[in-house]
């Protein structure tokens, strides 16, 4: 590593404590003499996996998810309903360079799209209980929503799973592109 890098990471290191502890910081600016201090408020940083997305012209909804966390789901939803609400008709989501996630959440997200009793996902292990197959448990909001799902080398893991259960369910078409 540079040695710039080693003193971001260094610096990022010192920055991180527990949320509502404060954290006291002396910056150098050009062309002043005394460092400027400041003193902050930790606080926990939630980072959405789902931007606000875009509609293009002829009602084409575009949203990225990217990785799959926790709040996905939730995210995803609201995402879904704003863009349905502005005159969405089709989606393109977009599942390039998503490192994947949490595999209940992969599934949670698959089953949005998905009508119920149909396999998401199934997991094989060699230890007794290992193995375990997810189905679908709820009617999909969006039946008869178009959906395209893109992908490429640098998607994985959850992101998988939901671009594999969706074409495997008839509910969606992939592409593969190129890695950028």
């Known amino acids: 590593a540079t040695e710039e890098t080693r003193a971001v990471a260094q610096c990022v290191k010192a920055l991180r404590g527990e949320a509502g502890s404060s954290v006291k910081l002396q910056v150098r600016r050009a062309g002043m003499a005394d460092e400027i201090p400041y003193q902050l408020t ?72 998905l009508d119920p009793k149909q396999e998401i996902v199934a997991t094989r292990g060699r230890a007794r209980g290992a193995t375990k197959t997810f189905v679908d448990g709820a009617p999909q909001a969006w039946g008869s929503l178009p959906i395209v799902a893109l992908v490429h080398d640098g998607s994985a893991s959850a992101a998988e799973i939901i671009s594999g259960a969706c074409p495997t369910a008839g509910r969606a078409l992939v592409v593969v592109l190129p890695a950028s």
């Open 42 to 113: 930790r606080a926990t940083v939630h980072v959405r996996s789902v931007p606000p997305g875009n509609l293009f012209t002829g009602g084409i909804g575009y949203i990225s998810l990217n990785p799959v966390a926790e709040s996905s789901t939730e995210e995803l939803t609201a995402e879904m309903d704003r863009m349905l609400g502005k005159g969405m008709k089709s989606l393109i989501l977009d599942l390039r360079g998503n490192p994947g996630g949490l595999l209940d959440q992969g599934v949670k997200v698959a089953d949005l799209f």
